[in-house]
């Protein structure tokens, strides 16, 4: 499960943006302040309202909740099937500040995937943009110059390359590394594309344009966009 907020209480089960964020009965069972059996029991008594909104697969997991370490149900509950649930439950002070940090952790995950969507979305144009600069540089004509330009720009921006990404963050080969990567990770990646393209642009060749990437510092604005690269006097909205 990844939290890709950090917040404990909703999840995903992949940085995609095509997840769908869920919580599970544990997380209701802590945060609400009552016993993980009620949850599971009341769970059981509205199942078929539960199971209808919204496919779930109830599994067994190894998750240790108690000294024992016994394996326990673990119910994945998308925000319809939560929101009903924490429904039933009678409104505690506590059960109710879970109602509202579950509500809004809800919302600003699925933000976040919303903006990653809309990133990804980007760096496929980017990407498209990125091979065909490399095509038309005439300093570059050898069969691995995608290759080797595409794990420098991972190397910069983020200090691993392709490569290294892979073995670090345990991504497969066949997988696409930009859904392992946070959202500021892929703005980042991002960004040194368009440097990169714009370098090639102008007809320079790989060794120049490492060169170049090594004297260029560029860091997230706190509110928009990107702080001006101090070499090339480019601004990435």
Do not use: C, W
Not at 16 to 32: D, G, H, I, R, S
Not at 148 to 153: A, D, E, G, M, Q
Not at 175 to 198: C, H, M
């Amino acid at each position: 499960m990844y939290d890709l907020l950090e917040t404990g209480l909703v999840f995903t089960n992949s940085r995609k943006e095509t997840e769908e964020p869920f919580t599970t009965n544990v997380v209701v069972a802590k945060y609400a302040g009552i016993s993980y059996r009620a949850v599971n029991q009341l769970i059981n008594r509205y199942k078929d309202e539960i199971t209808s909104l919204g496919v779930s697969s109830f599994k067994m997991t190894k998750l240790k909740v108690n000294s024992t370490g016994r394996p326990v149900e673990v119910y994945p509950l998308n925000e319809q099937q939560a929101s009903f649930l924490i429904t039933l439950l009678k409104n505690t002070e506590k059960v109710v500040q879970f109602k509202y940090k579950l509500t809004k952790a809800f919302f600003e995950t699925s933000k976040d995937l919303q903006k990653r969507k809309l990133e990804h979305a980007q760096s496929k144009v980017i990407t498209k943009s990125l091979g065909e600069a490399i095509k038309d540089n005439p300093m570059t004509n050898s069969s691995h110059d995608y290759s080797n330009f595409n794990k420098l720009i991972y190397k910069h921006a983020l200090g691993l390359n392709t490569k290294q990404l892979r073995i670090n963050r345990g991504i497969p080969k066949e997988a696409n590394i930009i859904d392992y990567l946070s959202l500021e990770e892929q703005q980042k990646v991002t960004n040194i594309k368009n440097v990169v393209i714009s370098l090639l642009n102008m007809n320079l060749d790989y060794k120049t344009v490492k060169k170049t990437l090594s004297g260029i510092e560029i860091t997230l604005n706190d509110k928009k966009g990107y702080k001006k690269s101090p070499l090339l006097g480019i601004v990435m909205d």
